[in-house]
C-alpha cells in the first residue's frame, strides 16, 4: 500500500521529452542538470521514485526533491 501524498502523475509533451532528453545527452550541460533530466525522464515514464534513483544512480532523496 503507498504511503505518504499521492502526486499527479508528469506528463510531457513529445516536444518536452525530446528537449529534456537532449539534456541528458549533452557533455557540455552540468552533471547536476543533466540528472535532474533524467529523473524528469524516468518519473514520466510512470517509474516509482525508489526505481528511478536506483536507474539513474540517485539518492531517493534527490529524486523526492
Do not use: F, W, Y
Request: proline share 6%.
Amino acid at each position: 500500500m503507498p504511503r505518504g501524498r499521492q502526486l499527479a502523475p508528469l506528463v510531457l509533451s513529445d516536444e518536452q521529452r525530446s528537449q529534456v532528453a537532449a539534456l541528458t545527452n549533452s557533455s557540455s550541460m552540468p552533471h547536476a542538470l543533466a540528472l535532474r533530466a533524467r529523473i524528469s525522464v524516468s518519473c514520466a515514464e510512470g517509474r516509482t521514485n525508489a526505481d528511478v534513483a536506483a536507474r539513474v544512480g540517485a539518492s531517493p532523496a534527490a529524486v523526492n526533491k
